[in-house]
């Protein structure tokens, strides 16, 4: 069966600090891979989509980055966090024939990220 | 803009009552539709999907949502929760069929009583 694991699962950083988060699928192939955010009180807001290896596209401007060095990794990047990146980050994969907007998702756990 | 309206932000219920949980978006083409749960400590999940056919769908655990087209909503339903429904409730819109976009309400928090 298919699993997807997110770590870390907490993260304190300082303001200015680099990010890497990671994001890995096992049990598929050439997944679609997302990644969301969550700030508090609001729904997820999708970040970057990715429908192969260097493929990103980003949603919105921002102080993020995305990147997929390899067919089931996804990483969520920043050379310089700030105080507003604080949430919580979701990746998600999907896949499926007929285009991959009416295939659902499947969710990590998350990442919990606080900026002092 | 493209957007999703979840009206209830904190449901509070007693076990048995019934349960609707309104949701609303802003699209006027072909939508795809889902609404995802997230029980404590665990991770977001699909509950169920609307991509087309039958406007009434139905999910895992007894949940169903209808598709009002007319309406622009896709509210879902539980004729009886229970306290194992206590979770946080989101709704979820694609109107891109070449991008897994999708939109999602803020969520609503529901609370069962025992």
């Known amino acids: 069966s298919q699993t997807i694991h997110q770590w870390p699962a907490t993260l304190v950083q300082p303001v200015g600090s680099p990010l890497s988060l990671e994001c890995t699928v096992e049990g598929t192939s050439n997944p679609n891979l997302y990644w969301y955010r969550q700030a508090a009180g609001r729904g997820l807001q999708l970040l970057f989509y990715s429908v192969g290896i260097g493929q990103i596209s980003s949603e919105v401007p921002?102080?993020?980055?995305?990147?997929?060095?390899?067919d089931r990794q996804f990483i969520l990047s920043s050379k310089k966090?700030?105080?507003s990146d604080s949430g919580f980050y979701l990746c998600a994969w999907s896949v499926g024939p007929g285009g991959i907007g009416n295939q659902?998702?499947?969710?990590?756990?998350?990442t919990r990220l606080s900026i002092l | 803009a493209q957007s999703v309206s979840?009206?209830?932000?904190?449901?509070?219920?007693?076990?048995?009552?019934?349960?609707?949980?309104g949701c609303n978006y802003s699209y006027g083409g072909t939508v795809n539709l889902f609404w995802y749960v997230q029980y404590p400590g665990q991770h977001l999940q699909l509950l169920l999907k609307y991509f087309s056919g039958d406007p009434l769908?139905?999910?895992i655990k007894g949940f169903e949502a209808e598709f009002i087209k007319s309406k622009f909503s896709f509210n879902l339903?539980?004729?009886?929760?229970?306290?194992?429904?206590?979770?946080?409730?989101f709704c979820a819109v694609n109107a891109s069929s070449n991008t897994g976009k999708l939109i999602f309400g803020q969520g609503t928090t529901l609370q069962v009583k025992p």
């Open chain 1, 62 to 70: 921002q102080n993020l980055s995305a990147s997929r060095p390899q």
């Open chain 1, 81 to 83: 966090l700030l105080l």
């Open chain 1, 104 to 110: 659902p998702q499947h969710f990590g756990d998350g």
């Open chain 2, 6 to 21: 979840q009206h209830n932000h904190h449901v509070i219920l007693s076990e048995a009552a019934s349960l609707e949980l």
């Open chain 2, 57 to 59: 769908v139905k999910g």
């Open chain 2, 77 to 89: 339903r539980k004729p009886s929760v229970q306290w194992s429904d206590t979770a946080e409730y």
